[in-house]
T-cell receptor
């Protein structure tokens, strides 16, 4: 069965510091992987996706993630945090034809001035 | 021009009432979903539909009845509301079931009192 683990329910970084949000997945077949961001009282917005093309995926707002099959990881990074990055971040996994996305428990990112 | 729109955005109702949430997508997608986000931000799939056909019913109480009159609409009717039904409900759609990213609505915050 598919599953996603996000280590760290809360992450705090200083403005301008590196952002690293961790995601590990479990899947019996090559998965599709996604990172979504949720701002307060809003829906989920796609940051980036991995669909078996390049292992380093670039997304919106300066975020990127690297698919590492050997580590079953898909960690999200951003070189320099902005105050506007403060939000809840979700990693998700799906398989072809499964008609569902399995989400991690989310990581709340706080950016300190 | 909202891609996935849900109405209402907020819903406050008493225990035992029946309520509906409507969802429409204008992306031409084949697959639509209902997700429930609890107070701890955990996202869990409830239902998925593909071309108006129910594909997934993730052990949801039968008080919840989805209806898809056409590919662009997926409504959620809830009978005999309980306190535990209080949550944010998200509608989403995707072009293919799990192969591509899902687009989410803004959510409906349901509060049962």
């Amino acid at each position: 069965a598919q599953s996603v683990t996000q280590l760290g329910s809360h992450v705090s970084v200083s403005e301008g510091a590196l952002v690293l949000l961790r995601c590990n997945y479990s899947s019996s077949v090559p998965p599709y992987l996604f990172w979504y961001v949720q701002y307060p009282n809003q829906g989920l917005q796609l940051l980036l996706k991995y669909t078996s093309a390049a292992t380093l995926v670039k997304g919106i707002n300066g975020f990127e993630a690297e698919f590492k099959k050997s580590e079953t990881s898909f960690h999200l990074t951003k070189p320099s945090a902005h105050m506007s990055d403060a939000a809840e971040y979700f990693c998700a996994v799906s398989d072809s034809g499964t008609y569902k996305y399995i989400f991690g428990t989310g990581t709340r990112l706080k950016v300190l001035a | 021009d909202t891609a996935v729109s849900q109405t209402p955005k907020y819903l406050v109702t008493q225990m035992g009432n029946d309520k509906s949430i409507k969802c429409e997508q204008n992306l031409g997608h084949d697959t639509m979903y209902w997700y429930k986000q609890d107070s701890k931000k955990f996202l869990k799939i409830m239902f998925s539909y593909n071309n108006k056909e129910l594909i997934i019913n993730e052990t949801v109480p039968n008080r919840f009845s989805p209806k898809s009159p056409d590919k662009a609409h997926l409504n959620l009717h809830i009978n005999s509301l309980e306190l535990g039904d209080s949550a944010v409900y998200f509608c989403a759609s995707s072009q293919e079931g799990g192969n591509t990213e899902a687009f989410f609505g803004q959510g409906t915050r349901l509060t049962v009192v």
